[in-house]
T-cell receptor, first 114, second 109 residues
Framework: DTAVSQTPKYLVTQMGNDKSIKCEQN?????MYWYKQDSKKFLKIMFS???????INETVPNRFSPKSPDKAHLNLHINSLELGDSAVYFC?????????????FGSGTQLSVL | GQQVMQIPQYQHVQEGEDFTTYCNSS?????IQWYKQRPGGHPVFLIQ?????EVKKQKRLTFQFGEAKKNSSLHITATQTTDVGTYFC?????????FGRGTSLIVHP
């Protein structure tokens, strides 16, 4: 069983479209995250949720809207996609929030905006 | 999160050679984590260091945390082709781990 699963694995779409990426974890963790990895492999935090509540919202355009229906799910909806949104998006989870928490990552969603 | 600088960005080695990646911060870190990402894969947690001067080993991998807790290193002895990937350090002391830019290791057989 995959601990952190995200779908789809690949997403190819046109500029201006709206798309969603889903993430689920079966580890019983309280905290979930979205990271964006660019072509130079830089992993940048986008959002962090703890028990369905938004904890961290880094400087991300408001075209990106996370939704956490319960603590096992954190979905990412992106409106009006732009070329610069092309990247690999990783969902991750940890037992709690704060220091000493190790992250468990999903396998990533490669988003290509044409 | 705090900024962690990681060098080098890339490292090519011949199989059997040693490899080291370094992670530095201008401020004291509460802890440092290391992750490995295989090509096409996702980051996988390797280890966490918390104490000043701490050294931990995992087979051919040696992890060190500096005495001042401002730097860390990962050393691989006698690299193998299975070591290929990008190694990230991450500062885990704030609400969210903040990653260095990673060191991509390329091992030539």
């Amino acid at each position: 069983d995959t601990a952190v699963s995200q779908t789809p694995k690949y997403l190819v779409t046109q500029m201006g479209n709206d798309k969603s990426i889903k993430c689920e974890q079966n580890l019983g963790h309280d905290t979930m995250y979205w990271y964006k990895q660019d072509s130079k492999k830089f992993l940048k935090i986008m959002f962090s949720y703890n028990n369905k509540e938004l904890i961290i919202n880094e400087t991300v355009p408001n075209r990106f809207s996370p939704k956490s229906p319960d603590k096992a799910h954190l979905n990412l909806h992106i409106n009006s996609l732009e070329l610069g949104d092309s990247a690999v998006y990783f969902c991750a989870s940890s037992i709690g929030q704060g220091a000493n928490e190790k992250l468990f990552f999903g396998s990533g969603t490669q988003l290509s905006v044409l | 999160g705090q900024q962690v600088m990681q060098i080098p960005q890339y490292q090519h080695v011949q199989e059997g050679e040693d490899f080291t990646t370094y992670c530095n911060s201008s401020t004291t870190l509460s802890n440092i984590q290391w992750y490995k990402q295989r090509p096409g894969g996702h980051p996988v947690f390797l280890i966490q260091l918390v104490k000043s001067g701490e050294v931990k080993k995992q087979k051919r991998l040696t992890f060190q945390f500096g005495e001042a807790k401002k730097n860390s290193s990962l050393h691989i002895t006698a690299t193998q082709t299975t070591d290929v990937g990008t190694y990230f350090c991450a500062e885990g002391g704030s609400y969210i781990p903040t990653f260095g830019r990673g060191t991509s290791l390329i091992v030539h057989p």
